[in-house]
Protein backbone atom coordinates (compact mmCIF):
# COMPACT_ATOMS: atom_id res chain seq x y z
CA UNK A 1 0.00 0.00 0.00
CA UNK A 2 1.28 3.14 -0.95
CA UNK A 3 0.79 6.68 1.08
CA UNK A 4 1.46 10.22 -0.28
CA UNK A 5 1.61 13.35 1.68
CA UNK A 6 2.91 16.73 0.61
CA UNK A 7 5.78 18.60 2.31
CA UNK A 8 5.34 22.12 1.41
CA UNK A 9 8.59 24.47 2.20
CA UNK A 10 9.32 24.38 5.96
CA UNK A 11 7.52 22.07 8.85
CA UNK A 12 5.29 19.94 8.25
CA UNK A 13 3.41 17.42 10.86
CA UNK A 14 2.28 14.34 8.74
CA UNK A 15 0.76 10.84 9.90
CA UNK A 16 1.81 7.80 8.33
CA UNK A 17 -0.52 5.35 8.07
CA UNK A 18 1.88 2.69 6.59
CA UNK A 19 4.23 1.26 7.91
CA UNK A 20 7.53 1.18 5.76
CA UNK A 21 9.47 -1.72 7.27
CA UNK A 22 6.96 -4.47 4.98
CA UNK A 23 7.52 -1.89 1.70
CA UNK A 24 11.27 -1.94 1.21
CA UNK A 25 13.20 -4.72 -0.52
CA UNK A 26 10.52 -7.07 0.31
CA UNK A 27 12.08 -6.76 4.26
CA UNK A 28 10.43 -7.19 7.32
CA UNK A 29 13.68 -5.31 9.07
CA UNK A 30 13.53 -1.48 10.76
CA UNK A 31 13.52 0.94 8.37
CA UNK A 32 15.23 4.39 9.29
CA UNK A 33 14.85 7.82 8.02
CA UNK A 34 16.78 8.09 6.11
CA UNK A 35 15.49 5.42 3.57
CA UNK A 36 12.04 7.03 4.00
CA UNK A 37 13.03 10.56 3.73
CA UNK A 38 15.67 10.03 0.97
CA UNK A 39 14.75 13.36 -0.92
CA UNK A 40 18.06 15.53 0.33
CA UNK A 41 16.01 18.37 0.66
CA UNK A 42 14.58 16.75 4.19
CA UNK A 43 16.92 17.92 6.77
CA UNK A 44 14.97 16.97 9.74
CA UNK A 45 12.76 14.50 11.19
CA UNK A 46 11.22 14.40 14.87
CA UNK A 47 8.99 11.44 16.48
CA UNK A 48 7.31 11.15 19.91
CA UNK A 49 9.37 9.00 22.18
CA UNK A 50 7.15 6.31 23.48
CA UNK A 51 3.46 6.39 23.04
CA UNK A 52 1.71 8.48 20.50
CA UNK A 53 0.21 11.35 22.90
CA UNK A 54 2.51 13.15 25.12
CA UNK A 55 1.23 15.81 28.16
CA UNK A 56 3.86 18.04 26.51
CA UNK A 57 2.52 20.70 23.93
CA UNK A 58 5.46 22.23 21.96
CA UNK A 59 4.40 25.51 20.97
CA UNK A 60 7.53 26.41 18.26
CA UNK A 61 10.27 23.64 16.70
CA UNK A 62 12.37 26.92 15.60
CA UNK A 63 13.82 27.28 19.16
CA UNK A 64 14.16 24.71 21.74
CA UNK A 65 10.64 22.85 21.41
CA UNK A 66 12.54 19.26 19.87
CA UNK A 67 15.35 19.93 22.29
CA UNK A 68 14.15 17.62 25.60
CA UNK A 69 13.67 13.82 26.23
CA UNK A 70 10.08 14.13 24.74
CA UNK A 71 11.37 13.73 21.01
CA UNK A 72 13.34 11.41 19.16
CA UNK A 73 15.36 13.28 16.70
CA UNK A 74 17.00 12.37 12.78
CA UNK A 75 19.19 15.29 10.82
CA UNK A 76 20.87 14.41 7.82
CA UNK A 77 24.19 15.98 8.42
CA UNK A 78 25.40 15.56 12.09
CA UNK A 79 27.45 13.20 13.66
CA UNK A 80 25.51 9.81 13.21
CA UNK A 81 25.66 8.96 17.36
CA UNK A 82 24.08 11.99 17.67
CA UNK A 83 20.58 11.14 15.82
CA UNK A 84 18.21 9.55 18.07
CA UNK A 85 15.11 8.23 16.05
CA UNK A 86 16.61 5.25 14.30
CA UNK A 87 13.52 3.58 12.98
CA UNK A 88 10.47 4.64 11.31
CA UNK A 89 6.69 3.03 11.51
CA UNK A 90 3.16 3.18 10.49
CA UNK A 91 0.76 4.76 12.50
CA UNK A 92 2.45 7.04 14.19
CA UNK A 93 3.59 11.26 13.48
CA UNK A 94 6.43 12.82 12.08
CA UNK A 95 7.57 15.99 12.38
CA UNK A 96 9.01 16.48 8.67
CA UNK A 97 11.16 19.95 7.70
CA UNK A 98 11.42 20.85 3.90
CA UNK A 99 14.53 23.48 3.33
CA UNK A 100 14.29 22.95 -0.32
CA UNK A 101 12.84 25.37 -2.72
CA UNK A 102 9.25 23.86 -3.41
CA UNK A 103 6.73 21.53 -1.92
CA UNK A 104 8.00 17.62 -1.96
CA UNK A 105 5.43 14.59 -2.51
CA UNK A 106 6.39 11.66 -0.26
CA UNK A 107 5.69 8.17 -1.13
CA UNK A 108 6.13 5.83 1.01
CA UNK A 109 4.96 2.47 0.62
CA UNK A 110 4.55 -0.36 3.44
CA UNK A 111 1.93 -2.53 5.23
CA UNK A 112 -1.41 -0.66 6.94
CA UNK A 113 -2.97 -1.92 9.88
CA UNK A 114 -5.60 -1.42 11.89
CA UNK A 115 -5.77 2.03 13.91
CA UNK A 116 -7.38 2.71 17.09
CA UNK A 117 -6.29 5.89 19.30
CA UNK A 118 -4.99 5.28 22.80
CA UNK A 119 -5.48 8.91 23.90
CA UNK A 120 -3.82 10.08 26.99
CA UNK A 121 -6.08 11.43 29.42
CA UNK A 122 -6.30 15.24 30.60
CA UNK A 123 -3.38 16.02 27.96
CA UNK A 124 -3.07 17.18 24.33
CA UNK A 125 -2.22 14.03 22.18
CA UNK A 126 -0.68 14.13 18.69
CA UNK A 127 -2.19 11.95 16.62
CA UNK A 128 -3.65 11.75 13.02
CA UNK A 129 -6.27 9.72 11.40
CA UNK A 130 -7.56 7.85 8.08
CA UNK A 131 -9.04 10.67 6.05
CA UNK A 132 -9.79 10.52 2.37
CA UNK A 133 -7.73 13.24 0.31
CA UNK A 134 -10.60 14.02 -1.75
CA UNK A 135 -13.45 14.68 0.70
CA UNK A 136 -12.25 15.24 4.24
CA UNK A 137 -14.23 16.12 6.89
CA UNK A 138 -13.94 19.73 8.70
CA UNK A 139 -12.51 19.46 11.94
CA UNK A 140 -16.60 19.98 13.43
CA UNK A 141 -17.59 17.08 11.48
CA UNK A 142 -15.38 14.80 12.70
CA UNK A 143 -14.57 15.77 16.11
CA UNK A 144 -18.25 16.92 16.94
CA UNK A 145 -19.92 13.91 17.94
CA UNK A 146 -16.93 13.56 20.79
CA UNK A 147 -19.14 16.90 22.52
CA UNK A 148 -16.75 17.93 25.41
CA UNK A 149 -13.66 15.32 25.07
CA UNK A 150 -12.41 16.74 21.60
CA UNK A 151 -13.09 20.50 21.87
CA UNK A 152 -12.21 22.21 18.70
CA UNK A 153 -10.85 25.00 19.87
CA UNK A 154 -8.38 22.70 21.71
CA UNK A 155 -6.95 21.13 18.34
CA UNK A 156 -3.73 23.06 16.63
CA UNK A 157 -2.05 22.17 13.62
CA UNK A 158 1.59 22.94 12.21
CA UNK A 159 2.00 25.67 10.07
CA UNK A 160 5.56 25.41 7.59
CA UNK A 161 7.10 28.62 10.16
CA UNK A 162 7.08 26.03 13.21
CA UNK A 163 4.53 27.36 14.91
CA UNK A 164 1.14 25.82 16.31
CA UNK A 165 -1.79 27.30 15.32
CA UNK A 166 -5.51 26.50 16.12
CA UNK A 167 -8.08 25.41 13.80
CA UNK A 168 -11.02 26.49 12.58
CA UNK A 169 -14.44 24.58 12.81
CA UNK A 170 -15.38 24.45 9.68
CA UNK A 171 -11.76 23.91 8.61
CA UNK A 172 -10.80 20.91 6.13
CA UNK A 173 -8.98 18.50 7.69
CA UNK A 174 -5.85 17.00 5.63
CA UNK A 175 -5.47 13.42 4.87
CA UNK A 176 -1.56 12.32 5.77
CA UNK A 177 -1.36 14.98 8.36
CA UNK A 178 -1.48 14.95 12.73
CA UNK A 179 -2.46 17.56 14.94
CA UNK A 180 -2.52 18.35 17.88
CA UNK A 181 -5.69 17.25 19.83
CA UNK A 182 -6.89 17.38 23.73
CA UNK A 183 -8.46 14.87 25.17
CA UNK A 184 -10.82 16.38 28.37
CA UNK A 185 -10.31 12.79 30.34
CA UNK A 186 -10.50 9.59 29.27
CA UNK A 187 -11.25 8.53 25.98
CA UNK A 188 -12.14 6.25 22.61
CA UNK A 189 -13.13 8.27 20.40
CA UNK A 190 -12.11 6.90 17.00
CA UNK A 191 -14.31 9.33 14.55
CA UNK A 192 -17.83 9.87 13.31
CA UNK A 193 -18.18 5.91 13.15
CA UNK A 194 -16.24 3.58 15.05
CA UNK A 195 -16.10 -0.50 15.18
CA UNK A 196 -14.76 -2.91 17.44
CA UNK A 197 -13.95 -6.58 16.94
CA UNK A 198 -11.68 -8.92 18.63
CA UNK A 199 -8.29 -8.95 18.05
CA UNK A 200 -6.48 -11.95 18.59
CA UNK A 201 -3.58 -10.77 16.86
CA UNK A 202 -2.32 -7.14 16.89
CA UNK A 203 -4.10 -4.53 14.47
CA UNK A 204 -5.58 -7.40 12.00
CA UNK A 205 -9.00 -9.25 12.21
CA UNK A 206 -7.70 -13.19 12.43
CA UNK A 207 -10.18 -15.90 11.90
CA UNK A 208 -7.57 -18.58 12.64
CA UNK A 209 -7.65 -22.25 12.04
CA UNK A 210 -11.32 -22.40 11.20
CA UNK A 211 -12.73 -23.60 14.06
CA UNK A 212 -16.23 -22.91 15.76
CA UNK A 213 -17.31 -23.69 11.67
CA UNK A 214 -20.89 -23.22 10.89
CA UNK A 215 -22.47 -24.06 7.39
CA UNK A 216 -23.89 -21.91 4.66
CA UNK A 217 -25.11 -22.39 1.35
CA UNK A 218 -22.86 -21.34 -1.36
CA UNK A 219 -23.49 -18.18 -2.67
CA UNK A 220 -22.10 -18.87 -6.19
CA UNK A 221 -24.17 -22.81 -5.75
CA UNK A 222 -26.82 -22.65 -3.27
CA UNK A 223 -26.82 -26.22 -3.83
CA UNK A 224 -23.84 -27.00 -2.02
CA UNK A 225 -23.15 -26.24 1.10
CA UNK A 226 -19.70 -24.51 2.53
CA UNK A 227 -18.21 -24.20 5.69
CA UNK A 228 -17.06 -21.04 7.07
CA UNK A 229 -16.34 -19.33 10.72
CA UNK A 230 -17.29 -15.79 12.43
CA UNK A 231 -16.25 -13.08 13.76
CA UNK A 232 -18.72 -10.43 15.61
CA UNK A 233 -17.96 -6.56 14.11
CA UNK A 234 -19.81 -3.55 15.86
CA UNK A 235 -20.38 -0.29 14.71
CA UNK A 236 -21.45 2.96 15.87
CA UNK A 237 -22.63 6.06 14.34
CA UNK A 238 -21.51 8.91 16.33
CA UNK A 239 -22.80 11.41 14.02
CA UNK A 240 -26.72 12.73 13.48
CA UNK A 241 -26.85 11.51 9.73
CA UNK A 242 -27.49 7.86 7.86
CA UNK A 243 -24.67 6.05 7.83
CA UNK A 244 -24.13 3.30 5.09
CA UNK A 245 -20.69 1.88 5.40
CA UNK A 246 -18.90 -0.15 2.64
CA UNK A 247 -15.75 -2.94 2.79
CA UNK A 248 -13.49 -2.27 -0.41
CA UNK A 249 -11.05 -5.27 -0.64
CA UNK A 250 -7.64 -4.21 -1.59
CA UNK A 251 -4.04 -6.07 -1.92
CA UNK A 252 -2.00 -5.91 0.73
CA UNK A 253 2.03 -5.06 0.54
CA UNK A 254 3.97 -6.90 -1.79
CA UNK A 255 1.08 -8.96 -3.11
CA UNK A 256 -1.94 -9.55 -5.43
CA UNK A 257 -5.32 -9.48 -4.89
CA UNK A 258 -5.98 -12.54 -2.99
CA UNK A 259 -9.95 -14.06 -4.06
CA UNK A 260 -9.17 -17.27 -2.24
CA UNK A 261 -10.07 -15.77 1.72
CA UNK A 262 -13.75 -14.48 0.81
CA UNK A 263 -15.43 -12.73 3.66
CA UNK A 264 -19.04 -12.65 3.72
CA UNK A 265 -21.54 -10.87 5.98
CA UNK A 266 -24.19 -12.94 7.66
CA UNK A 267 -27.29 -12.89 10.06
CA UNK A 268 -28.58 -15.73 12.10
CA UNK A 269 -31.82 -17.41 10.98
CA UNK A 270 -34.47 -17.26 13.35
CA UNK A 271 -35.27 -20.96 15.19
CA UNK A 272 -32.00 -22.68 13.62
CA UNK A 273 -28.22 -22.53 13.99
CA UNK A 274 -28.26 -21.51 10.43
CA UNK A 275 -26.58 -17.96 8.83
CA UNK A 276 -28.50 -16.18 5.32
CA UNK A 277 -26.02 -14.84 3.44
CA UNK A 278 -26.27 -11.34 3.65
CA UNK A 279 -23.51 -10.20 0.73
CA UNK A 280 -19.76 -10.37 0.20
CA UNK A 281 -18.46 -11.36 -2.74
CA UNK A 282 -16.38 -8.88 -5.24
CA UNK A 283 -14.09 -6.18 -4.27
CA UNK A 284 -16.27 -4.41 -2.34
CA UNK A 285 -19.56 -4.75 -0.22
CA UNK A 286 -21.86 -2.82 1.87
CA UNK A 287 -21.67 -3.66 5.71
CA UNK A 288 -25.61 -2.95 6.15
CA UNK A 289 -27.26 -4.88 3.74
CA UNK A 290 -29.71 -3.82 1.41
CA UNK A 291 -32.83 -5.45 3.04
CA UNK A 292 -31.44 -3.19 6.23
CA UNK A 293 -32.10 0.52 7.29
CA UNK A 294 -28.56 2.38 7.35
CA UNK A 295 -27.12 3.09 10.56
CA UNK A 296 -29.06 5.36 12.65
CA UNK A 297 -27.73 8.19 14.41
CA UNK A 298 -26.16 7.46 17.54
CA UNK A 299 -26.80 3.66 16.97
CA UNK A 300 -24.95 0.84 17.49
CA UNK A 301 -25.09 -2.30 15.65
CA UNK A 302 -23.21 -5.94 15.68
CA UNK A 303 -22.83 -7.51 12.72
CA UNK A 304 -21.54 -11.23 11.48
CA UNK A 305 -18.39 -11.60 8.85
CA UNK A 306 -17.55 -14.80 7.88
CA UNK A 307 -14.61 -15.94 6.71
CA UNK A 308 -14.68 -18.38 3.81
CA UNK A 309 -11.39 -20.76 2.80
CA UNK A 310 -11.68 -20.98 -0.73
CA UNK A 311 -8.28 -22.87 -1.63
CA UNK A 312 -7.14 -26.36 -1.49
CA UNK A 313 -3.46 -26.30 -2.30
CA UNK A 314 -0.64 -23.78 -1.94
CA UNK A 315 0.30 -21.92 1.76
CA UNK A 316 -1.98 -22.26 4.46
CA UNK A 317 -2.20 -18.58 5.39
CA UNK A 318 -4.18 -16.21 2.96
CA UNK A 319 -4.63 -12.46 3.91
CA UNK A 320 -6.18 -9.79 2.61
CA UNK A 321 -6.73 -5.49 3.11
CA UNK A 322 -9.66 -3.83 3.41
CA UNK A 323 -11.09 -0.33 3.70
CA UNK A 324 -14.03 0.73 5.75
CA UNK A 325 -15.51 3.15 4.32
CA UNK A 326 -17.58 5.45 6.22
CA UNK A 327 -19.20 8.00 3.67
CA UNK A 328 -17.99 10.93 6.23
CA UNK A 329 -14.47 11.18 4.34
CA UNK A 330 -12.94 9.05 6.95
CA UNK A 331 -12.09 5.60 6.72
CA UNK A 332 -10.16 2.46 9.01
CA UNK A 333 -7.82 -0.16 7.50
CA UNK A 334 -8.66 -3.78 8.53
CA UNK A 335 -5.99 -6.49 7.34
CA UNK A 336 -7.87 -9.39 7.51
CA UNK A 337 -6.15 -13.34 7.96
CA UNK A 338 -7.24 -16.64 7.95
CA UNK A 339 -5.00 -20.05 8.02
CA UNK A 340 -6.41 -23.21 6.24
CA UNK A 341 -5.10 -26.15 8.68
CA UNK A 342 -6.75 -28.67 6.34
CA UNK A 343 -2.99 -28.08 3.86
CA UNK A 344 -0.16 -30.12 4.63
CA UNK A 345 2.91 -28.50 4.46
CA UNK A 346 5.11 -29.71 1.45
CA UNK A 347 6.57 -32.94 2.07
CA UNK A 348 4.50 -33.35 5.81
CA UNK A 349 3.17 -36.46 5.26
CA UNK A 350 2.93 -37.53 9.21
CA UNK A 351 0.24 -34.85 9.49
CA UNK A 352 -2.36 -36.47 6.70
CA UNK A 353 -5.48 -38.21 8.07
CA UNK A 354 -8.01 -39.89 7.15
CA UNK A 355 -11.20 -37.84 5.79
CA UNK A 356 -13.60 -38.73 8.64
CA UNK A 357 -11.13 -38.64 11.49
CA UNK A 358 -10.80 -36.22 13.60
CA UNK A 359 -13.38 -33.90 15.32
CA UNK A 360 -16.44 -32.79 14.17
CA UNK A 361 -19.13 -30.49 15.12
CA UNK A 362 -23.25 -31.30 14.67
CA UNK A 363 -25.53 -28.42 14.27
CA UNK A 364 -29.12 -30.14 14.77
CA UNK A 365 -32.43 -28.72 13.79
CA UNK A 366 -35.17 -30.43 15.75
CA UNK A 367 -38.40 -30.14 14.30
CA UNK A 368 -41.10 -32.86 14.89
CA UNK A 369 -41.61 -34.01 18.49
CA UNK A 370 -44.07 -36.36 20.40
CA UNK A 371 -47.39 -34.51 21.72
CA UNK A 372 -47.36 -34.53 25.52
CA UNK A 373 -50.45 -34.27 25.47
CA UNK A 374 -52.18 -36.85 23.22
CA UNK A 375 -50.95 -39.92 24.81
CA UNK A 376 -49.97 -42.27 22.15
CA UNK A 377 -49.69 -39.91 19.25
CA UNK A 378 -46.98 -40.04 16.65
CA UNK A 379 -44.42 -37.34 16.64
CA UNK A 380 -46.13 -34.11 15.09
CA UNK A 381 -44.24 -30.75 13.33
CA UNK A 382 -43.23 -28.39 15.92
CA UNK A 383 -44.11 -25.05 16.78
CA UNK A 384 -40.80 -23.83 16.33
CA UNK A 385 -37.58 -25.86 15.49
CA UNK A 386 -35.12 -25.99 17.68
CA UNK A 387 -31.68 -25.83 17.13
CA UNK A 388 -28.50 -27.71 18.84
CA UNK A 389 -25.02 -28.81 19.08
CA UNK A 390 -23.43 -31.83 18.92
CA UNK A 391 -19.37 -32.55 19.45
CA UNK A 392 -18.53 -35.89 17.82
CA UNK A 393 -15.05 -37.06 17.65
CA UNK A 394 -13.38 -40.09 15.49
CA UNK A 395 -9.98 -42.05 15.76
CA UNK A 396 -7.82 -43.51 13.52
CA UNK A 397 -9.54 -47.16 14.03
CA UNK A 398 -12.75 -45.51 13.69
CA UNK A 399 -14.10 -45.62 17.21
CA UNK A 400 -16.60 -43.10 17.78
CA UNK A 401 -17.14 -40.64 21.00
CA UNK A 402 -19.57 -38.13 22.01
CA UNK A 403 -18.02 -35.05 23.31
CA UNK A 404 -19.63 -32.53 25.78
CA UNK A 405 -16.55 -29.82 25.36
CA UNK A 406 -13.21 -30.31 24.41
CA UNK A 407 -10.60 -27.55 23.69
CA UNK A 408 -8.28 -26.79 20.92
CA UNK A 409 -4.81 -26.62 21.14
CA UNK A 410 -1.43 -27.56 19.72
CA UNK A 411 1.54 -29.57 20.88
CA UNK A 412 4.81 -27.21 21.19
CA UNK A 413 7.53 -27.11 18.57
CA UNK A 414 11.37 -26.34 18.97
CA UNK A 415 11.36 -23.84 16.05
CA UNK A 416 8.67 -21.15 14.86
CA UNK A 417 9.38 -22.93 11.05
CA UNK A 418 7.61 -26.08 12.53
CA UNK A 419 4.41 -26.95 11.88
CA UNK A 420 2.39 -27.87 15.07
CA UNK A 421 0.34 -30.75 15.62
CA UNK A 422 -3.36 -29.65 16.43
CA UNK A 423 -4.42 -31.58 19.86
CA UNK A 424 -8.26 -31.86 21.55
CA UNK A 425 -8.32 -31.71 25.10
CA UNK A 426 -11.15 -32.90 26.78
CA UNK A 427 -9.39 -33.43 30.29
CA UNK A 428 -8.86 -29.65 31.26
CA UNK A 429 -5.96 -31.37 33.62
CA UNK A 430 -4.37 -32.14 30.25
CA UNK A 431 -3.73 -28.19 28.71
CA UNK A 432 -1.14 -26.82 30.38
CA UNK A 433 0.92 -29.42 28.81
CA UNK A 434 0.00 -27.73 25.21
CA UNK A 435 0.10 -24.36 23.29
CA UNK A 436 -2.43 -22.36 22.30
CA UNK A 437 -3.74 -21.94 18.46
CA UNK A 438 -4.34 -17.84 18.67
CA UNK A 439 -3.23 -14.44 20.35
CA UNK A 440 -5.35 -12.97 22.62
CA UNK A 441 -4.01 -9.93 24.20
CA UNK A 442 -0.51 -11.00 23.84
CA UNK A 443 -1.07 -14.69 24.72
CA UNK A 444 -1.65 -18.17 23.43
CA UNK A 445 -4.98 -19.18 23.72
CA UNK A 446 -6.55 -22.47 22.84
CA UNK A 447 -10.10 -22.15 21.75
CA UNK A 448 -13.11 -24.29 23.64
CA UNK A 449 -16.13 -26.05 21.78
CA UNK A 450 -18.62 -26.77 23.84
CA UNK A 451 -22.39 -27.42 24.31
CA UNK A 452 -25.33 -27.44 26.56
CA UNK A 453 -27.68 -29.69 24.38
CA UNK A 454 -26.78 -32.72 26.78
CA UNK A 455 -24.62 -33.67 29.48
CA UNK A 456 -22.22 -36.91 30.11
CA UNK A 457 -22.90 -39.40 32.69
CA UNK A 458 -21.61 -39.81 35.89
CA UNK A 459 -18.95 -42.00 36.48
CA UNK A 460 -19.91 -45.07 38.50
CA UNK A 461 -17.42 -47.30 38.80
CA UNK A 462 -16.71 -49.25 41.73
CA UNK A 463 -12.76 -47.46 41.63
CA UNK A 464 -14.29 -43.77 41.62
CA UNK A 465 -17.19 -44.16 43.35
CA UNK A 466 -15.36 -46.20 46.41
CA UNK A 467 -16.70 -44.28 49.28
CA UNK A 468 -20.49 -45.26 48.39
CA UNK A 469 -19.74 -49.29 48.60
CA UNK A 470 -19.62 -49.17 52.38
CA UNK A 471 -22.59 -47.12 52.32
CA UNK A 472 -24.48 -49.21 50.09
CA UNK A 473 -23.03 -52.63 52.44
CA UNK A 474 -23.55 -50.75 55.47
CA UNK A 475 -27.36 -50.38 53.78
CA UNK A 476 -26.97 -53.77 52.28
CA UNK A 477 -30.15 -52.19 50.58
CA UNK A 478 -30.69 -52.73 46.33
CA UNK A 479 -34.79 -51.35 46.67
CA UNK A 480 -35.49 -53.38 44.08
CA UNK A 481 -38.98 -55.24 44.08
CA UNK A 482 -37.47 -58.19 44.19
CA UNK A 483 -36.00 -58.10 47.29
CA UNK A 484 -37.39 -56.73 51.03
CA UNK A 485 -35.35 -54.62 53.60
CA UNK A 486 -31.90 -55.33 51.35
CA UNK A 487 -32.29 -59.24 51.56
CA UNK A 488 -33.06 -61.39 48.87
CA UNK A 489 -36.24 -63.90 49.06
CA UNK A 490 -34.24 -66.41 51.37
CA UNK A 491 -33.82 -63.59 54.03
CA UNK A 492 -30.30 -63.25 53.38
CA UNK A 493 -27.97 -59.56 53.21
CA UNK A 494 -27.91 -58.84 49.80
CA UNK A 495 -24.41 -57.18 49.96
CA UNK A 496 -21.91 -58.18 52.77
CA UNK A 497 -18.63 -57.55 50.89
CA UNK A 498 -17.50 -54.23 49.02
CA UNK A 499 -16.10 -56.78 46.12
CA UNK A 500 -20.04 -57.94 45.54
CA UNK A 501 -20.57 -54.23 43.89
CA UNK A 502 -20.89 -53.85 40.90
CA UNK A 503 -21.47 -50.87 38.46
CA UNK A 504 -24.99 -51.51 37.88
CA UNK A 505 -26.05 -51.89 41.72
CA UNK A 506 -24.89 -47.95 42.27
CA UNK A 507 -27.18 -47.27 39.50
CA UNK A 508 -29.59 -49.00 40.93
CA UNK A 509 -29.15 -47.94 44.72
CA UNK A 510 -28.91 -43.94 43.31
CA UNK A 511 -32.13 -44.34 41.65
CA UNK A 512 -34.19 -45.15 44.93
CA UNK A 513 -32.52 -43.15 46.87
CA UNK A 514 -34.88 -40.25 47.87
CA UNK A 515 -31.90 -38.17 49.08
CA UNK A 516 -28.43 -37.53 47.79
CA UNK A 517 -25.49 -39.89 49.62
CA UNK A 518 -23.07 -37.60 51.24
CA UNK A 519 -20.33 -40.12 49.85
CA UNK A 520 -21.21 -39.62 46.23
CA UNK A 521 -18.23 -38.67 44.30
CA UNK A 522 -18.85 -35.68 41.61
CA UNK A 523 -16.81 -37.10 39.12
CA UNK A 524 -18.08 -37.14 35.14
CA UNK A 525 -17.31 -38.52 31.77
CA UNK A 526 -15.19 -36.73 29.63
CA UNK A 527 -16.08 -39.02 26.30
CA UNK A 528 -18.91 -41.70 25.72
CA UNK A 529 -18.76 -44.15 23.44
CA UNK A 530 -20.71 -44.53 19.97
CA UNK A 531 -21.89 -47.15 17.91
CA UNK A 532 -21.39 -46.79 13.63
CA UNK A 533 -18.93 -44.40 11.95
CA UNK A 534 -18.78 -40.96 9.80
CA UNK A 535 -19.27 -40.70 6.47
CA UNK A 536 -21.66 -41.14 3.89
CA UNK A 537 -24.75 -43.62 4.36
CA UNK A 538 -22.99 -44.07 8.07
CA UNK A 539 -25.33 -45.29 11.03
CA UNK A 540 -24.02 -43.10 14.35
CA UNK A 541 -25.94 -44.18 17.53
CA UNK A 542 -25.50 -44.91 21.15
CA UNK A 543 -25.18 -48.61 22.61
CA UNK A 544 -28.59 -49.98 23.30
CA UNK A 545 -26.91 -50.52 27.15
CA UNK A 546 -25.17 -47.44 27.31
CA UNK A 547 -27.55 -44.32 26.47
CA UNK A 548 -26.68 -40.84 27.95
CA UNK A 549 -27.55 -41.65 31.26
CA UNK A 550 -28.85 -38.55 34.02
CA UNK A 551 -29.18 -40.08 37.38
CA UNK A 552 -31.22 -38.45 40.20
CA UNK A 553 -27.99 -36.57 41.41
CA UNK A 554 -26.42 -35.45 38.45
CA UNK A 555 -25.57 -32.34 37.92
CA UNK A 556 -27.83 -31.39 35.17
CA UNK A 557 -30.84 -33.37 36.13
CA UNK A 558 -33.46 -31.08 35.65
CA UNK A 559 -35.71 -31.83 38.21
CA UNK A 560 -33.30 -31.85 41.14
CA UNK A 561 -32.89 -28.80 43.58
CA UNK A 562 -30.41 -28.96 45.70
CA UNK A 563 -31.77 -26.89 48.14
CA UNK A 564 -35.50 -28.12 48.22
CA UNK A 565 -36.03 -30.87 50.67
CA UNK A 566 -39.06 -31.98 48.20
CA UNK A 567 -36.25 -32.29 45.31
CA UNK A 568 -34.04 -33.82 46.96
CA UNK A 569 -33.74 -36.05 44.16
CA UNK A 570 -34.84 -36.26 40.48
CA UNK A 571 -35.85 -38.43 37.73
CA UNK A 572 -33.93 -41.61 36.26
CA UNK A 573 -33.09 -40.13 32.60
CA UNK A 574 -32.00 -42.27 29.77
CA UNK A 575 -31.39 -40.63 26.45
CA UNK A 576 -30.47 -42.57 22.94
CA UNK A 577 -29.43 -40.61 19.94
CA UNK A 578 -29.69 -41.91 16.09
CA UNK A 579 -27.82 -40.51 13.14
CA UNK A 580 -28.15 -41.64 9.80
CA UNK A 581 -26.18 -40.10 7.16
CA UNK A 582 -27.11 -39.51 4.24
CA UNK A 583 -25.73 -41.70 1.53
CA UNK A 584 -25.36 -38.75 -1.30
CA UNK A 585 -24.04 -36.26 1.60
CA UNK A 586 -20.26 -34.86 1.74
CA UNK A 587 -19.75 -32.66 -0.52
CA UNK A 588 -17.39 -29.86 0.72
CA UNK A 589 -16.57 -31.73 3.49
CA UNK A 590 -20.50 -31.02 5.08
CA UNK A 591 -22.27 -34.63 5.83
CA UNK A 592 -26.10 -34.40 6.38
CA UNK A 593 -28.73 -36.57 7.90
CA UNK A 594 -31.64 -37.45 9.87
CA UNK A 595 -31.56 -37.14 13.55
CA UNK A 596 -33.30 -39.11 16.01
CA UNK A 597 -34.01 -38.50 19.64
CA UNK A 598 -35.47 -41.00 22.77
CA UNK A 599 -35.78 -39.47 25.97
CA UNK A 600 -37.02 -41.98 28.98
CA UNK A 601 -37.93 -40.24 32.42
CA UNK A 602 -39.43 -37.01 31.04
CA UNK A 603 -43.65 -38.01 30.86
CA UNK A 604 -44.78 -40.95 30.75
CA UNK A 605 -44.09 -42.08 27.07
CA UNK A 606 -40.84 -42.37 25.70
CA UNK A 607 -40.06 -38.43 24.29
CA UNK A 608 -39.75 -38.88 20.85
CA UNK A 609 -37.49 -35.72 19.03
CA UNK A 610 -36.54 -35.67 15.45
CA UNK A 611 -34.88 -33.22 12.93
CA UNK A 612 -32.31 -32.84 10.68
CA UNK A 613 -28.16 -32.64 11.28
CA UNK A 614 -25.40 -31.17 9.59
CA UNK A 615 -21.82 -32.41 10.32
CA UNK A 616 -18.62 -30.09 9.46
CA UNK A 617 -15.14 -31.31 10.80
CA UNK A 618 -12.99 -28.75 12.32
CA UNK A 619 -10.07 -30.76 13.44
CA UNK A 620 -7.83 -33.74 12.12
CA UNK A 621 -6.68 -34.19 15.64
CA UNK A 622 -6.79 -38.11 15.41
CA UNK A 623 -7.07 -38.35 19.46
CA UNK A 624 -8.35 -37.11 22.13
CA UNK A 625 -6.20 -36.10 25.43
Not at 67 to 76: D, L, V
Not at 174 to 202: C, D, E, H, K, T
Not at 579 to 598: H, M, N, V, W
Not at 604 to 624: F, W, Y
Amino acid sequence: MAQEVSLPVGWSAIWLEVDPAAGLSGSTESVGPEEVFSDPAITQVAALDGAIGTGQFTENLEGAGLNNEAWRIWRRDPIASENTLTRIEGNRAYLVRNEGDSSITLTVTGEVRFFQPEWIPDAYNLVGFGLDADDPPTFEAFFGPSGDTHPVDRIFKLLPEGDWAPVQPGELMQAGYAYWVYANGPSSFMGPLSIAFPRSSPGLLDFGPGVRFVSIEDPENPVQQIPVNLRALTLANRTSALISPVLEKHAPAGAVLDDDLRLFRLRPRTGSLDYAFLGGIGTAFPLVAEDEDPLAPGETRSLSLAAHRHWEDGGQVRQNLYRLQSGLGTHLWIPVRASNPSISLAGDSSLTTAPYVGLWVGEVVADRVTSIVEAGAPEKAAAAPAAMRLLLHADTAGQLHLLSQVTLLQEATASPDDRPAMVAVVDPRQIPFYEGIAEQEGKRVGTRLETIAYDLPRKTDTITQAALLEAIVSQSTRFDSTWVDGRDSDGNPLYEDPADIDEAAIASFLAFRNSRPPDLVEAYHLTWPLEGGIGPGKLIRTPDEAPLYLDPFHRSNPFRHAFHTQHGSGADIRRSLNIRIDPQSGASGILTGDYREEIRGLIQDNLIIQGRVRLHKVSDAPTLQ
